[in-house]
């Protein structure tokens, strides 16, 4: 039986939650990456780096890539959100004609910066790109963050940081999660400081860690996955546990309540030791749960982006309330 198509409208609440929790921990006049659709007359990039559109619920992430960037010297645009959506979710839910020619459309705003490359962030617009829509070797090449960062690791020049162990989470069974994967690993393992250990991973995470996978797998058995890899790492004398991609650190970062390890996205080790350091938000609202100081502390950011204090208070229970 066919999947039903979902209505324009859940689509639309899809992209305003995300512009929402975005606009909470960001105002407008303090963003370095173009949310809109670029003009033709566009200054040249050498590099495209696309964000694709989930990454903007941890925006530290997106500050802390763009710095490095910025510090490696490289002619670059950031994009990102719903105009550049990669399609995936519409492909997913059975409007496969609308998930190809919206990546069609983020493809063509790609190629007004005339680009070079195009530096990925986010695994599902890969796999879109890649698997899907079979883009790679045309006018521009792709490639993951992490993988970037390490074709061009000896512009980075590290600086020690005290003493840490750090064990990664990170996901398996597809050659280009395990490239991003073993990149991730090879940036940690040139951290001065850093002792990087294996506590190996489970092909059941699938591509990156999800709502779709909780549900498909049921939470209480993802849930025992999980916690079972932080257990494990604890155990061999951990005291940072690195995630991989944004979703995982979203759903990871709460075990910093329960267990004596910091929860940390990988890019967040990598940019402390070059220097940079943007506040987790995310992580910092999970593990309060309190919506009236959230509340209070987004207001600002909130008013800057004309969020009104209802949707703000809505979205704010849905994401952060202590449960």
């Not at 992490?146 to 020690?160: G, R, Y």
């Not at 079972?228 to 759903?251: D, I, M, P």
Request: proline letters at 4%; charged letters at 25%.
């Amino acid at each position: 039986m066919a999947q039903q198509k979902p209505d324009r409208g859940f689509y639309q609440k899809y992209f305003r939650d995300i512009d929402v929790v975005h606009g909470l921990q960001t105002k407008p006049e303090d963003r370095e990456w173009l949310l809109s659709t670029p003009p033709d007359d566009i200054k040249q990039s050498d590099v495209v780096l696309y964000l694709g559109c989930n990454v903007l619920r941890t925006t530290h992430m997106i500050r802390t890539v763009t710095d490095i960037f910025k510090l490696m010297g490289v002619s670059y645009a950031a994009v990102g959100g719903k105009t550049y959506c990669c399609g995936i979710q519409h492909f997913q839910r059975g409007d496969e004609e609308s998930g190809r020619s919206v990546a069609a459309t983020t493809a063509a705003n790609f190629q007004k910066f005339n680009p070079e490359q195009v530096v990925m962030w986010c695994p599902s617009c890969i796999y879109f790109y890649d698997d899907i829509m079979d883009m790679r070797g045309k006018s521009f090449d792709f490639n993951h963050v992490s993988e970037f960062l390490v074709d061009n690791i000896d512009k980075l020049d590290f600086k020690p940081q005290p003493e840490t162990t750090v064990a990664m989470h990170y996901h398996t069974g597809r050659e280009q999660g395990d490239a991003e994967a073993e990149s991730a690993k090879t940036l940690l393992s040139r951290l001065p400081g850093v002792n990087l250990i294996d506590v190996g991973t489970d092909v059941r995470f699938g591509r990156h860690c999800t709502p779709a996978v909780r549900e498909k797998m049921g939470s209480e058995e993802w849930e025992a996955m999980a916690t079972g890899f932080v257990e494990k790492a604890v155990s061999l004398g951990a005291n940072t546990f690195a995630t991989l991609y944004h979703g995982c650190q979203r759903h990871m970062c709460r075990y910093e309540a329960d267990y004596p390890v910091k929860v940390e996205h990988y890019l967040t080790l990598v940019g402390r030791a070059l220097g940079i350091e943007h506040e987790d938000l995310h992580k910092k609202h999970v593990l309060s749960g309190d919506v009236d100081a959230i509340m209070e502390e987004t207001s600002p950011c909130a008013v800057a982006n004309n969020i009104s204090p209802e949707e703000a208070r809505a979205s704010i229970e849905n994401n952060y309330a202590r449960r």
